[in-house]
């Protein structure tokens, strides 16, 4: 049953209303003042408030501000006289949706608390479906409903609880951080410090003192002591991406550190103790970086306790109309144009799915970002997309079309006498006309043609 507050500082009026409506099978509120309004609004579920425009103390266009402040999609009618017919036209601007003159009779009231109920309770549906996508399809901010993140998802919520270390491997621009976070704010921790640290970011000389911190003096331009990201996260997660950039020597201590929870600042003596949990990123394969000499064996094995590895996006193609609809969403507000954007036009479609997406994510939401821009319209377009994108596809469709151990020589002598055939099929057989079409002399093409035996 849908609920609706009515508000007028007549203190009949409201009451009237009510059973009027009541009889048509809604539940009513009353209230005689903008600030009784606001308290049931705190307490109660409304389905739509129906307020008079003319109050003492607070008038209905601050109580319709107040209301929209709370939930812009809550449906305010607004009850006025004749004289006031202009400031219901303003409250509309304001979001109100819509007003009714007063005296009116009960059908054309009934008429617009109907239609304005009609359009909450969709707007409502559509909140409790896109409830229930984010709880099956999301972990945190990260989105998907494809096998392979159903997996991370179900191993984030096992590992999360813990105090385990936890590597995560996968391409530049798959979510490491969004992992790192996810696992961290699912956990005890979770009011805690999450500190991260890119160790390809900076020289090891400033690495070292980025995350153990520094005594004053311990090198020139230490002119106070400063704490590391060790310290600062203390009790919290320490995100450490790029990993496999660590040098032998930061490779030592950062192994030191997780074997006896203590390390010193740089240029100090006295040992802090840490209780810090280790999350650990790389876009390389660790465990090759290991056999190759790398990376110490020893580290490896501390920090790969839980192993969690992120597909690239092409290996997870039916969650990129989810990520495509959570762009949208997220950069809609950023729009000039008045028209919302409701997705993509089929073409694109198809391309966003032929395409081998070596950004993954981050490429992904770029694109969309600057075609949310570019679109005039409802739907992006292969116009609104950049113009190097659209290259990138035809390569991308090209590649994709070439097995993955397809022999050099071999691959280009097919597409070589394939050509030469289309060559000659669309200029008759005239070999003069076929080897102008390709841009070769004559000669040359003769000699293609008696080497690949095409008559």
């Known amino acids: 049953m849908e609920t609706v507050l009515i508000v007028d500082d007549e203190k009949n009026y409201p009451l009237i209303l009510g059973a009027v409506l009541e009889e048509e099978g809604f539940e009513t509120f009353a209230a005689n003042s903008g600030a009784e309004a606001l308290e049931i609004l705190k307490n109660s579920d409304v389905d739509l408030v129906l307020t008079d425009m003319k109050m003492p103390s607070m008038d209905g266009m601050e109580l319709l501000e107040k209301i929209k402040a709370k939930d812009e999609e809550l449906p305010v009618i607004m009850m006025t006289a004749h004289g006031t017919v202009d400031k219901a036209v303003e409250a509309m601007q304001k979001g109100a949706y819509s007003y009714i003159l007063k005296p009116f009779d009960n059908d054309r009231l009934i008429l617009y608390v109907n239609k304005a109920i009609s359009m909450y309770r969709v707007i409502k549906e559509n909140r409790r479906l896109r409830s229930a996508a984010e709880l099956q399809y999301s972990f945190g901010n990260i989105i998907g409903k494809s096998k392979v993140m159903q997996d991370v998802f179900d191993t984030i919520r096992k590992v999360a609880p813990t105090t385990a270390t936890v590597l995560i491997e996968g391409g530049s621009g798959t979510g490491k951080e969004l992992v790192a976070k996810s696992i961290h704010f699912n956990s005890l921790r979770r009011d805690k410090p999450f500190i991260a640290v890119n160790c390809s970011a900076l020289a090891e000389s400033l690495l070292e003192s980025e995350l153990f911190g520094h005594e004053k003096g311990a090198f ?38 997780l074997q006896e929870k203590a390390f010193e600042r740089v240029g100090g003596v006295r040992p802090i103790s840490v209780d810090i949990r280790i999350i650990a990123a790389t876009n390389k394969i660790l ?38 609809d959570h762009f949208i969403h997220k950069y809609g507000d950023e729009r000039k144009s008045s028209d919302p954007v409701t997705g993509l036009d089929q073409e694109v479609e198809r391309l966003f799915y032929d395409y081998s997406w070596p950004g993954n994510i981050r490429e992904l939401e770029n694109v969309i970002e600057r075609a949310m821009i570019m679109c005039p319209g409802e739907v992006i377009r292969l116009s609104d997309l950049p113009k190097d994108f659209k290259g990138d596809v035809k390569e991308a469709q090209f590649l994709d079309s070439i097995p993955i151990d397809a022999k050099l020589y071999e691959t280009v002598t097919s597409i070589e006498k394939m050509m030469i055939k289309r060559a000659l099929k669309l200029t008759n057989n005239v070999q003069s006309k076929a080897a102008e079409l390709l841009g070769i002399g004559k000669s040359g093409f003769n000699k293609k043609i008696n080497k690949y035996r095409i008559y």
């Open 287 to 324: 465990k090759e970086e290991m056999e190759l000499g790398r990376f110490r064996e020893d580290l490896y094995y501390r920090l790969n306790v839980v192993h969690i590895v992120l597909p690239l996006l092409r290996e997870r193609q039916e969650d990129i109309l989810l990520l495509v």
């Open 220 to 257: 020139t331009g230490a002119v106070a002591m400063k704490k590391g990201r060790f310290e600062l996260a203390d009790r919290g997660t320490l995100f450490l991406d790029e990993i496999s950039e660590l040098s032998q020597s930061l490779q030592v201590k950062l192994l030191r550190i």
